[in-house]
């Protein structure tokens, strides 16, 4: 069964049977690298607007990956249910196999199907954390330069030898240096050595003001972290706003290594969301983690 390349921003779509996703997946509960969760089982049968399509991801510890069949759908987050309780509340990724456009004016009656499994009874629906496994699954080539260069000509080439090396860095070096010069990057780190843990103890609903940059920075080490947690170029923007607590977050599936990790003294807030401006646009609108640190309570 194939989606098809036909999907856009804006249609609308319903997820398609428990039954109709099964006979597209493997053994492990995956299309083509990809995990049907335990968490997408409930959206079967239910009807969504495509948010947009994800031609281009940011994965964690791995660089960008270019994709042609995967979208992301209004309000289809992950609940970690099924994942060690994380609370990240990821974008769901959906392959466009798994949907099937619709007309708007039909009716739905709101109910899911949910019928057994019968095409393939050893079908798996504990497949691993979608985020964790994205580095995993099958893309197209890095799509920009410097994924480019950083990737096949410096690691496949030039640290085969010392010289090359040498060469291969002061490329890089350059690369990123005009990157930056353009505006394509913009690097927030703090001078720290240890970082501080101020606790509010924030609960969901409260409001509070980010910090202004000059506060964050104060709060960073030299990495731009916050006891291992980084404070990104797309969370600039909140600073100096007003926003409300979505939910503390004590535990999260690690994107890079897929193990779950317990944090402290963070939270979601309503509506902060990475947009992607610093990261090649990149689409998947990951809720951003704040340390209680980085914010005032109202």
């Not at 030299?222 to 404070?231: E, P, Q, V, W």
């Not at 897929?258 to 990149?282: F, M, P, W």
Request: proline share 3%; net charge positive; hydrophobic share 35%.
């Amino acid at each position: 069964m194939k989606g098809g390349g036909y999907f856009k921003a804006g249609d609308n779509v319903e997820v398609r049977s428990e039954s109709e996703i099964a006979v597209t997946l493997d053994e492990n509960g995956m299309l083509d690298g990809l995990p049907f969760m335990p968490e997408m089982k409930k959206y079967c049968g239910s009807r969504f607007e495509i948010t947009a399509p994800v031609t281009k991801a940011l994965v964690e510890g791995t660089g960008y990956r270019i994709f042609d069949d995967l979208v992301l759908l209004d309000c289809a987050f992950c609940d970690g249910s099924a994942h060690d309780g994380c609370q990240r509340m990821c974008n769901i990724l959906w392959k466009t196999s798994w949907l099937k456009k619709i007309d708007s004016s039909v009716p739905n009656d709101g109910r899911t199907d949910k019928r057994r499994i019968s095409q393939k009874s050893s079908i798996k629906f504990s497949a691993p954390c979608q985020s964790a496994n994205l580095k995993n699954a099958k893309a197209h080539v890095p799509f920009s330069f410097e994924d480019y260069v950083r990737r096949y000509i410096y690691k496949e080439n030039f640290r085969r030898h010392w010289v090359l090396k040498k060469a291969g860095s002061l490329i890089l070096f350059l690369v990123l240096k005009v990157k930056r010069l353009f505006g394509g990057s913009h690097t927030i780190v703090g001078s720290l050595a240890k970082t501080p843990n101020d606790v509010l103890s924030l609960k969901k609903g409260e409001n509070v003001i980010v910090k202004t940059k000059a506060e964050i920075l104060a709060t960073l080490d030299k990495n731009g972290k916050n006891r291992g947690l980084g404070f990104t170029p797309e969370m600039l923007k909140y600073c100096g706003k007003r926003l409300s607590v979505l939910r503390p977050v004590t535990r999260i599936i690690d994107e890079e290594s897929g193990e779950a990790r317990q944090i402290s003294h963070t939270v979601i807030l309503e509506n902060a969301r990475c947009d992607g401006r610093y990261h090649a646009k990149c689409p998947r609108r990951c809720y951003l983690l704040w340390r209680e640190t980085w914010l005032k309570r109202v």
